[in-house]
């Protein structure tokens, strides 16, 4: 089998009318890349991408594609045109070996456009192998089971947000059949966001799991004043605590510090990156981010990696790619999920067909690789005439 084609849709959803905020950043707009590729016997292969690196669009008035899309059509997409999609670990070196030969600079992408490229690509690639053997990826990967527990992702900070909206918002997560909710702290001082997640907790009672993210959102002192100050209100986890100059021997201190277990990994490129967050920053929850940086193929050396030191996997965004290797491994943990489609449009309105999540679970489709199928009009609709 060989890949003939690559074919990109860049596509970008308008700014939400009430941004979303984390502790420093703003989620204002949401943007994925799609790759497909296209092979000599039919079989075509969706792949996924999102993250900081797509989202540099209308420049000067002009829409301009994007470095990861610029870097698929430059680099990565001549590299993979004519080989065998089922050689994935080639293909990933061919395509990683980009990032340390003599010149790449020269091309004038950045390390993160290029694994994020390569995310895409490979995940892909991956969709061909599932097709070509005839079963979905997570039976590929592994199989351990074909469900997944699923959590929220809510609680962000929105302007006019008070105490009660927060805990209706997280009633409304209950009421959905969610067990687990993950809030964002790190925005306000440490005495607002205890009385912030205090109220959820309020609210859902007790035997609803609620994690914090921080986003990067603290120094390690007030990472550890707030982490201590949370831990009477039973957290499952506390994510991305320390910023991010400090996110490796910083987040140890913070780890030493509580009795509640650390989750990092989303801004990992790598396994090298994961393998630091693991051994030296004292992470017990693996969420290294497929869809951001560097595909399937590397996120099963680190589900390997995570297991032999007892860690978990709850991979970052993208349900619907990363709900496969949950189910695959004996180690995957939980799935993060949008269900708010004002938050996740991408979610509602990208696919035709894709598993739904029922009572905090995800069951995975009996289809041929990742089992989706994408929603033309969508694809129509959001998609951006992108010049280089
Ligand atoms: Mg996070």
Redesign the pocket.
Known sequence: MKITDVKLDVLVWPRFDRPFWTSINEVGQVSELVVRLRTDDGIEGIGEAHGGSIHHFDYQGVPRMSGAAAAIVELLGPLVIGEDPLDNERLWQRMFALTFSKGWARAGFSRREIMTAIAAVDIAVWDIKGKAANMPVFKLLGGFRDTVPCYV?GGYYQDGKSLSDLASECRTYVGMGYNAIKLKIGGVSVGEDVERVAAVRDAVGPDIDIMV?V?EGYDVPTAIAAARALEPLNIRWL??PVHWYDHVEGLRQVADATSIPIASG?QALHRWDARDLVMRGGIKIM?FDCTRSAGITEVLKIAGMCATQNVNLAL?HDPQIHGHVVAAMPNGEILETFPDATRDPIWEELFTVRPEIVNSEMKLLDRPGWGLELNEDTLQKRGVKSVL
């Open positions: 992702t993210d986003n994510e991305e989303e969420q970052h």
